[in-house]
């Protein structure tokens, strides 16, 4: 069956260190993207891809990078984690520009200390 | 931001009753979309509603999109405790060629046995 999945599950880091999260999915869809959940906020866009070599920002961006090297894999890094950054990641992908149903991977619980 | 305000925030009830969550918001939306999230797991879509007025129902789910497609409802008859989790609502908008998603804040029901 295809589906997506992401690791790590749970991450804990410092303050000021690099971390990526890996998102994969055998859906072949072309559009992807990663939200961050946090209490009385709901989901919010970090970045989104459209396909290979695509990327974008979403609305909460700052301190987010993402590249997509293959239909498969988007992969987020925080360049420099910082405390307002312990959230939950999710990874989601989609078929179509204009199919906006998604399908969500199991999320990464990332704690910055 | 484009917010999408639900209500109730949290409903704890009792197996049997019904209940409805509200979705409102001041912008218009091409479709709008429930997901059901349960804990340590991604949201999984329920139904997408495009037509103002549609109603759809999924057994004993009955979801409606308002006439102006700016707000909805989704509501449950005789509840069960398959049914504890968390509803989100989430409006999207066709930009360019962008279809954008915007997601409620969220509605965490618990259905006590």
Known sequence: DAEITQSPRHKITETGRQVTLACHQTWNHNNMFWYRQDLGHGLRLIHYSYGVHDTNKGEVSDGYSVSRSNTEDLPLTLESAASSQTSVYFCASSPGIYTGELFFGEGSRLTVL | ?113
Not at chain 2, 3 to 17: A, K, W
Not at chain 2, 42 to 58: A, C, D, R
Not at chain 2, 68 to 83: E, M, V
């Open chain 2, 1 to 113: 931001t484009q917010l999408l305000e639900q209500s109730p925030q949290f409903l704890s009830i009792q197996e049997g009753e019904n209940l409805t969550v509200y979705c409102n918001s001041s912008s218009v939306f091409s479709s709008l979309q429930w997901y059901r999230q349960e804990p340590g797991e991604g949201p999984v879509l329920l139904v997408t509603v495009v037509t103002g007025g549609e109603v759809k129902k999924l057994k004993r789910l009955t979801f409606q999109f308002g006439d102006a497609r700016k707000d909805s409802s989704l509501h449950i008859t005789a509840a069960q405790p398959g049914d504890t989790g968390l509803y989100l609502c989430a409006g999207a908008k066709i930009i360019g060629a962008t279809n954008k998603l915007i997601f409620g804040t969220g509605t965490l029901l618990a259905v006590q046995p």
